[in-house]
């Protein structure tokens, strides 16, 4: 098995007649999903996602793929390939398309129509786009591309199988094996088999439940612990968090509340603007009359409502944080209101979920979440259904893709079971290149791609030593040092005058430290040091060594000498 390698060169020009994978986001974390693959001097991109922030990374908005090693060759793209709607793998595309706002743009109706509210958000005009279904197949440059119906979490989702002259690819997307989906569209594993006894030479397959044993539950089996919770609910509001995209649980709910005798209402832009596009297209049936407006709320009792919010991942300015925190300008929690999470933990947000669990409570509210009752499924195939899929695909090569370092590996691991040799599974991080020459999948090198964050307005200007200086800033807090020098004596005329940010409520703390630093400055200036520079060193260092030496903490230190 391969493994990525730090001290890999760049890759050397591709073999004549072989097939290029580049991936750029996605291996190695689980958001940001982008891989290119190269033939004939031409490039297919599958996907382009986004990935959230963490907790270490403050005042990032969103992490980009890295399009810098595809950038001098976006004149050879000759398509953007969406698997399905998720913000993981459509959310960059409104970046790459910043820089080359013509290419072409191919995925299912639903796919298009959650991309379309970003392209005009973004002010694109004009981006050449093509509605694919499931069974179809479309000549892109030298690629032929065969589309395959998969079940996920968002209906319209599909699996892309790719074919040159190389070898064909078979690339799963986001999948699982739901055997009764909600819209009876399943996993088309007749499809699969069909392009295994054709021959796939390189399975690039979903990893993300890889480490799960057995088989993910069906979406449906929601539905009676759904049931349960309006019964018991009778006589109290309810609001329902789950991710705005994911119309399979809200057609639930709305079921739920049909039955119930409860209206429906949207809380959060997100919300509103997708399962609009969903009902528009014929993907979410909501009955008649069921729907009302967030701000008509108050002409119904709240037993007779159902809210549907964002903000199941805890994020800081969805709509439920911000109910649980007692600042939503139209939606006010009232003790005895239920509120259910109907979505998964994505790692690196649990404590922003909790947070946001704690406040309800806080509240009076009684919270109902993945940890206490089935009110979420997950959109990807477990172990059971992975193995399923090799025996049935029989791949020459597998690539896990989508998924951190572990379940890489556990994916990895499910292929060599099924008896796929060894030395053909590649399992690979972001950056590194793996050919297929001759039917076999080889690593070829690496090219660099780090994250691109995304500030505001800003694209790739915060680089990991500015994230460093906030996370010190938000940790240790800083200390300014003012001192104002006599460029003719060389003596102190002012200062040192000493603020503190973050550090220490009461300035007093600093009388110890300012002797020392005038002492210290005195004696640089006696020994012939008058570079305002060295000077600022100097107190930076005086300052450092106090503040560890007396308080243990490391804030960040900003001295300034002037001249008089």
Not at 148 to 173: E, F, Q, R
Not at 261 to 272: F, T
Request: charged share 25%.
């Amino acid at each position: 098995m391969s493994h990525p390698h730090p001290d890999l060169d760049a890759p050397g020009p591709l073999a004549p007649g072989a097939l290029r994978v580049i991936p750029l986001g996605g291996l190695g974390e689980v958001g940001r999903n982008m891989t290119v693959f190269e033939y004939d001097g031409k490039l297919l991109i599958v996907d382009c996602g986004v990935l959230f922030p963490d907790e270490n990374q403050p005042g990032v908005d969103l992490i980009l793929p890295d399009f810098e090693p595809i950038r001098d060759r976006l004149d050879d793209v000759v398509a953007v390939v969406l698997t399905h709607g998720h913000e993981d793998h459509i959310g960059g595309l409104p970046y790459l398309l910043r820089e080359r706002g013509d290419i072409p743009v191919i995925g299912s109706q639903l796919t298009l129509a959650l991309l379309e509210g970003k392209l005009k958000e973004h002010r694109h005009r004009n981006v050449p786009q093509q509605i694919v279904v499931e069974g179809e197949k479309l000549q892109i440059g030298p690629f032929v591309c065969e589309f395959v119906a998969v079940n996920h979490s968002i209906p319209d989702a599909l699996a892309v199988a790719i074919k040159t002259p190389a070898g064909v690819v078979l690339h799963t997307g986001d999948f699982k094996m739901d055997q009764l989906p909600l819209d009876n569209r399943i996993t088309d594993l007749r499809a699969f088999a069909r392009l295994g006894e054709e021959g796939v030479d390189l399975f690039m397959v979903d990893s993300t439940n890889s480490e799960v044993p057995g088989f993910t539950t069906h979406e449906r089996d929601i539905a009676p612990v759904l049931d349960r919770v309006f019964t018991k609910a009778k006589n109290q509001r309810i609001i329902v968090a789950c991710f705005a995209s994911h119309v399979h649980r809200v057609q639930q709910v709305m079921d739920a509340a049909v039955k119930h005798r409860r209206k429906v209402a949207y809380v959060g832009r997100s919300m509103v603007r997708n399962m609009g596009v969903a009902r528009d297209l014929g993907f979410l049936t909501v009955p008649g009359d069921t729907l009302i407006d967030m701000r008509d709320l108050d002409n119904y009792p709240p037993e007779q409502v159902v809210l549907v919010s964002t903000g199941s991942q805890g994020e800081p300015m969805s709509a439920l944080s911000r109910i649980a925190a007692n600042d939503h300008n139209v939606v006010h929690l009232q003790p005895g209101d239920t509120v259910v999470l109907a979505s998964s933990l994505i790692p690196g947000n649990e404590n922003s979920v909790y947070r946001v669990i704690n406040g309800l409570i806080r509240h009076g509210a009684n919270v109902i979440h993945k940890g206490n009752a089935l009110v979420h499924v997950s959109g990807h195939a477990s172990a059971g259904e992975l193995l399923y899929c090799y025996n049935i695909v029989k791949p020459r090569n597998v690539m896990p893709v989508h998924g951190e370092v572990r379940h890489l590996h556990a994916n990895a691991d499910l292929a060599v079971q099924t008896g796929v040799p060894r030395e053909n599974v590649v399992v690979v991080e972001d950056g590194v290149v793996v050919d297929l020459i001759d039917r076999k999948a080889v690593v070829a090198g690496k090219v660099e791609c780090g994250y691109v964050f995304v500030d505001g307005s800003t694209v790739g200007d915060i680089t990991e030593t500015s994230l460093k200086d906030r996370r010190i800033l938000g940790d240790e807090g800083f200390i300014s040092v003012i001192a104002v020098m006599d460029s003719v004596t060389g003596k102190l005329t002012a200062g040192p005058e000493i603020q503190a940010r973050g550090f220490a409520e009461d300035d007093t703390v600093f009388d110890d430290l300012k002797p020392r630093i005038e002492a210290e400055i005195e004696k640089a200036i006696g020994s012939g040091v008058d570079d305002m520079y060295q000077l600022q060193q100097v107190i930076r260092r005086v300052v450092g060594k106090w503040v560890s030496d007396t308080h243990r903490r490391r804030p960040m230190i900003i001295p300034v000498v002037v001249e008089s």
